[in-house]
């Protein structure tokens, strides 16, 4: 008796269910359309919501690594008129491949011409050098605004906006040291390791624009940029894609 009531049930929820939204969210963007939903409607007033994106920053400075990872936000809707006010706190994990770096590198960094890195090596019996940099971790939290334009009416909006806040970053940094150690007229290759971490939080900004498109009454697909600025690193650009939910 018991199966067979929640199996009544349950045909009688999927029959709901597939009489009150057509099965093809796509309905959203038919030209010349009359497809119209309340709930879509209303999604964004006063309502909460969350977003997921999958993010890939390019670094500004070519000595630094790449970025790449994911960003969880939680955020409260308000409209005014066809415009969508959004506020929202984001956190994240990111990190990088590492970016090597090796005499010549360092050396010009410091102001020295390729002849006299040259000169250094041979007196010392250098025959490599490789400085190893990555990203372990970085960690942004984030407070923001983001103002949402109608492109389409509740089908689509360009947005705009800032956030700031901090991002914890690990680094880790390992050099390696190859040179020749003679003994009367043969040599062997000694190789020297160094590592060293560090940690810091640095005051973090940022400025995203992009655009949301609607695949369902409570859903938007998410395509943006975002320019994410540390204290002493030159701008990241981020590129994103995700997917939003309203509560």
Known sequence: MKKNLFITCALGLLSCAFSVQASDPWNYYRAGSSYSSPSYTQKYDSTFGMSIKGVYGIAGDSDMPNLGGGLLSLNSYTETGDIVHELSLTAGLMSSDAKHFNAFDIGRELGYSDAQIQQFLNDKNITNVDLKIKYQTSIPLLAGY?????????????????KIGITFNTWRATATLDRKVWHNSSYRIERKRISAS????????????GFRFAIGNKTDLILGYELLKFLEVEPYHLIQAGISWTF
Request: hydrophobic content about 40%; overall charge negative.
């Open 146 to 162: 983001t103002l949402n334009l109608p492109l389409v009416q509740e089908k689509a909006y360009f947005y705009l906006g800032g």
């Open 198 to 209: 560090e940690y810091n939080a640095d005051f973090t900004f940022s400025l995203t624009a």
